[in-house]
């Protein structure tokens, strides 16, 4: 049987794959599991559950509070709010566990279950084979008194909210920023903290039905943004997806700063500052080259990571690193959140817009990126590239040809069979060219052969 978690809890069809079943059966295990299991002796556990607006998630969360209560765990149950929200609140109350229902920027028919360990963080492989295993088993089933209680979690986000107006260094009072929330989990609080924080803000993307998250809108759509800014004067826009645990950005003119350039703009700013823990940037492999170089020319030295946040947050947690994240706008302050924290991101890139007088357009030339392109060579055999003679080959002479100035990057796969070819240069001609060769090259040594 194949692992049910992958690299962001379980994800999949409503109603195929998540079904009410599946969701309760999870719930009971993760009882056990992330809260009778780590609980003090003799003490009820208690699990705060979120979810985003998609419509699914009303009868997903219900089957996970049912299981959770069934099995004897207290459920905080705080209603829409963004993954980085329902992190914050488990820590907050210093509960067991937490359960966020969401798809994260997939479109509404899918939705996925993602566990919090006690104090927010993100679960390790060991804790989600755990979970696995505990599924095999009877769940516990107490009675009377020891079956849990359901409580709305009234304050949820107002809680949310004051924390991360905690944590701004500065007001955002004169900025004009549109925001756009993808229907997504956001729509609430995102408009609330920037107004509160004292921006003017001009919102798209707001107004959740249950099916029109990330349709069309957020940082996977970001053409409406685009032109929102440029239709409104905005100073900046900032895209979330469907969670809210990511975040683009939009300058002036309309420009878009991803997730490289806003870490280049925030470790420059905590460096500045003195407050960049062994001025360090943790970042995956994925990153623009252009990151890395100007990262060096700061004095700031880049750690780098498999590709995903979870591999990010590993490196950031081993040695207490407080910035990193993903070209795809996971941006990870661990002074401040235990996962990606889209909206916090945002509150801090306009913050640092508004102190220094500069547009966002300066600040993201800190960096300059560098043209990147990637190909998918499917149906290959993924296992054997590394091993490949004439690919070897093919990706030394690339590199010696690229300098300095280009890099090149082959990488399997996790779930198809499917070698990604990416290639970095100067020129964008360049790199469209040696990434095409080494496609070619890949598919002719790789191609999966099939018998008659």
Do not use: W
């Not at 999870?26 to 607006?53: S, Y």
């Not at 220094?356 to 990637?374: D, I, R």
């Amino acid at each position: 049987m194949s692992r049910l978690f992958g690299t962001d809890g379980v994800r999949g069809k409503a109603n195929q794959l998540i079904t009410p079943q599946l969701a309760m059966s999870l719930a009971q295990a993760a009882a056990v599991v992330l809260g009778f299991n780590q609980a003090e002796a003799g003490k009820r556990p208690v699990a705060v559950v979120a979810k985003d607006p998609r419509i699914s998630g009303d009868f997903i969360s219900a089957a996970i509070e049912a299981g959770l209560a069934a099995a004897g765990v207290d459920v905080y149950d705080a209603g829409t709010l963004p993954t980085p929200a329902a992190a914050y609140l488990v820590a907050d109350l210093d509960a067991d566990f937490g359960v966020m229902i969401s798809a994260s920027h997939n479109a509404a028919p899918d939705n996925g279950i993602k566990f919090l360990a006690r104090g927010g963080q993100k679960l390790d492989d060991a804790l989600e084979d755990a979970i696995e295993a505990q599924l095999e088993l009877e769940p516990p089933r107490p009675l009377g008194a020891d079956v849990g209680r359901i409580r709305r979690f009234a304050d949820a986000e107002d809680r949310y909210v004051v924390h991360l107006l905690s944590t701004m260094p500065n007001r955002l009072s004169g900025l004009k920023v549109v925001l756009d929330c993808a229907h997504g989990a956001a729509s609430g609080c995102s408009p609330q903290v920037f107004k509160d924080a004292g921006a003017d803000i001009v919102v798209i993307g707001a107004d959740p039905d249950g099916v029109n998250i990330n349709d069309g809108y957020g940082s996977t759509h970001l053409g409406p943004l685009q032109a929102a800014v440029i239709e409104h004067g905005a100073d900046l826009g900032i895209a979330h997806d469907g969670d809210a645990d990511r975040c683009l950005a939009v300058d002036h003119e309309g420009n878009v700063v991803d997730g490289d350039e806003i870490m280049a703009i925030m470790a420059t700013t905590l460096k500045e500052q003195g407050r960049l823990k062994d001025d360090t940037l943790v970042a995956t492999v994925m990153s623009n080259l252009g990151l890395k170089i100007a990262m060096e020319e700061a004095g700031i030295r880049i750690e780098e990571t498999g590709v995903g946040d979870r591999y990010v947050l590993e490196a950031m947690r081993a040695k207490g690193y407080n910035l990193g994240g993903e070209q795809s706008g996971h941006v990870i302050f661990s002074d401040h959140a235990t996962t990606g924290d889209g909206v916090l991101t945002g509150l801090h890139i306009a913050a640092r817009v508004a102190a220094t007088g500069k547009s966002l357009k300066e600040l993201a030339a800190t960096m300059q990126v560098l043209p990147q392109v990637l190909i998918n060579v499917k149906d290959v055999d993924k296992t054997a590239f590394g091993s490949n003679a004439a690919v070897a080959a093919a990706v030394s002479d690339v590199e010696s040809e690229l300098g300095p100035n280009g890099r090149v990057l082959l990488r399997p796969s996790g779930t198809e069979p499917v070698v990604r070819v990416m290639v970095e240069a100067t020129e964008q001609a360049v790199a469209e060219d040696m990434a095409r060769r080494l496609a070619m090259i890949v598919q002719t040594e790789l191609a999966l052969t099939t018998s008659v």
